[in-house]
Every structure is written in structure tokens, then in C-alpha cells.
């Protein structure tokens, strides 16, 4: 990972996580993992210029990305990946399984929902040109997801067959 993917990753968190919860008060902390974290805390503060409430420290094994209040506030206002709204907005109206993959696969081209019946998740969504996995399940009658980048998923030791 370098500089500009974590700051693509950082502004799709932000975003998701105002989506989900609906505020974007306070400020926000994330922690990513770094093999060389000094030099990926470099290259994001240089690829994150333009935003000036945002700030890094190297820790051991990792990065904190620390986000401002203002600065939160001002990335929930850029656009955001419709896709994301559409997950977030289908997940938020409580709908079920059968919806959501009739929603979802009728309006993505491409689009791909698998079954996969894991022990902590129970289908994969995935987008031909998206690095977004989404990993959905039902729990308690609900439809929750987890959003991972493929790289991230993959390191977890599964495998995306059948999927995008």
C-alpha cells in the first residue's frame, strides 16, 4: 500500500462510517497496518496535503490516521461511492437477503453475490471495478455487512471463487 491508496481508503471510511451512523461530529482515529510505518505515514500526510486535518503517527506495526473533526465534516460532504450508499441504504431499510441481491444485481452490472456460508459471514458481494468486498450476513433476522478491500480479505486466508 502506498500514500494515495491509504488516503482513498481513509476518505471511503470516513464516509462509510457518516453514512452508517448519520453524524459527523467528533473527530475519528484509524489504525492500519505497515510494514514500514514511518514511510507510509510520509507518503500520506504528502498525498493528504490538500486536507489539512489530517495527520499520522507511526506506531509499531501500524499507523494512526487521525481525522479532525472539520476535516470529517468536510470529506462526508465529497461524493461518495453510489455503491456504498446503495449497500449502506439497503442495509439501513432492513431489508432482506432477497431484496437486497434484487436491488443490488439489477442496477450493478456485473455485480456478484456468492453464498459462501462462513462461520462470520454468509455471502460476498464484489463489483467487476471495485476493490470492495463486502461480506454480509443475517444476524438476528437483520442484514449486516463488513466492508473489506481485497487484499485485506484475502490476507484473512479466504478466497473470492465465484466471485468477481
Not at 55 to 74: D, Q, Y
Not at 107 to 135: I, M, Q, S
Request: aromatic letters at 10%.
Amino acid at each position: 500500500m502506498n500514500g494515495d491508496i491509504l488516503l482513498r481508503r481513509v476518505i471511503e471510511t470516513v464516509q462509510e462510517i457518516v453514512l452508517k451512523i448519520g453524524d459527523s461530529s467528533g473527530s475519528i482515529s484509524l489504525y492500519y497496518p505497515a510494514e514500514d510505518p514511518p514511510a507510509l505515514a510520509e507518503e500520506l500526510l504528502s498525498a493528504a496535503s490538500e486536507f489539512g486535518g489530517i495527520t499520522a503517527e507511526a506506531l509499531p506495526g501500524r499507523i494512526r490516521v487521525n481525522i479532525s473533526e472539520s476535516e470529517s465534516a468536510r470529506i462526508s460532504a465529497m461524493p461518495h461511492d453510489e455503491r456504498m450508499v446503495d449497500v449502506i441504504g439497503l442495509m439501513n431499510s432492513g431489508t432482506d437477503i432477497g431484496s437486497f441481491r434484487d436491488a443490488i444485481l439489477s442496477k450493478y452490472e456485473g455485480a456478484v453475490l456468492t453464498e459462501v456460508r462462513r462461520l462470520d459471514h454468509d455471502w460476498v458481494l464484489t463489483f467487476p471495478d471495485d476493490d470492495n468486498v463486502y461480506c454480509l450476513s443475517e444476524e438476528f433476522g437483520r442484514l449486516t455487512y463488513h466492508r473489506f478491500y481485497r487484499d485485506e480479505y484475502l490476507a484473512f486466508g479466504y478466497t473470492l471463487r465465484g466471485c468477481v
